[in-house]
């Protein structure tokens, strides 16, 4: 029975093809800036986002938190979702190294935070408080997309009052594939990545998600503030040598990845579609890669253990998560699908406690 795992686009594995241009690329020494594989990566990120400068990281969190304390300082403080991905699952990292101080707000179904909210959140110049310094938002979150309008209104808000803002874009290309819309071209999608990139002072990008690569993320910005990221990249041992190895499965995924991603929208949307009629759960979103489901009478954790006996993996509790990815086929939708309506049509018993996850 093969396995369907609905955990996360981080379980990929490299293709065939991406462990060949693995083993074919170049490398040098990247602490001393000369693998020649990473620092064609790092300017053609550049280049998508329409940035000056990119450095390529081991992992989004390393990534977000090196453009944190890259502009923030010790004192200052970063407005953010309570559910965002820099607030709430990276260790408290801003706050544990950089002494950057977060202002989590709520967030709507969307992952948007009230624009009045954020005004209200933004402190002026007063020994009291913190000095506002940065705006983090996420796109795509939760799967979600996050509307233009929202994007040039809540960084246009924070510029106004002289804060500078980051992306955390993990899974910013399906929020472009998505954008793009079905019959975009992969130029289309990169023209779509950096009309959603230019808003923004900053953006993290992970290869290692939907893009399918096995490691590494890239942080995107101006010459001065990579240069400071790549202090503290340094400083949290992120510093690599013969990494072109890792750059080259980043760049054949931009190459090969990037336009399939319409495929794990599509199943992501067939796999909503299939469960939408089954009573006993009920569909909460899905726009791109992820469906959220919630589950009815604390039933969650069981039909999670129903599933993992029939070879499908997913996450949750109460809101169940299915993500899709490289490795999912449509044959591995259709036996979820069958396999969270055999559970609901057997009546199984209530259950039971488990363990919330995150979004990983
Ligand atoms: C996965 C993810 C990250 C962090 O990536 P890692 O490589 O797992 O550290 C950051 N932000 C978001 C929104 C993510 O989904």
Known sequence: MTLVDLRSDTVTRPTPAMREAMARAEVGDDVFGDDPTVLALQARMAALTGKEAALFMPSGTQSNLCAML?????????????????????????AVLGSIQPQPLSQDAR????????????????????????LCLENTWNGRVMPHQYLAEATALARRHGLSCHLDGARVFNAAVADAGPDAAIGDVFAALARITAYFDSVSVCFSKGLGAPVGSMLCGSAALIARAMRVRKMV??????????????????????????????LAASLAEGLAGIAGLKVRSVDTNIVFVDVADGR????????????????????????????????????????????FAAGAPVAATGRAAGPY
């Open 70 to 94: 890259a502009h923030c300082e010790r004192g200052d403080e970063y407005i953010v979702g309570q559910l965002a991905h820099t607030y709430r699952y990276e260790g408290g990292g801003a």
């Open 300 to 343: 969650g954790p069981d039909l999670l253990a129903h599933l993992k006996a029939q070879g499908i993996l997913a996450t949750g509790l109460i809101g169940l998560r299915f993500v899709t990815h490289l490795d999912v086929d449509a044959e591995g939708i259709r036996r979820t699908v069958a396999a969270v309506r055999e559970f």
């Open 111 to 134: 992952g948007q935070m009230d624009l009045a909210d954020i005004a209200a959140a933004i402190k002026p110049d007063d020994p009291h408080f913190a000095r506002s310094r940065l």
């Open 237 to 266: 041992g992120g510093g690599m040598r013969q990494v072109g190895l890792l750059a080259a499965a980043a760049d054949h995924a931009l190459d090969h990845h990037v336009e399939r991603m319409r495929e794990d929208h599509g």
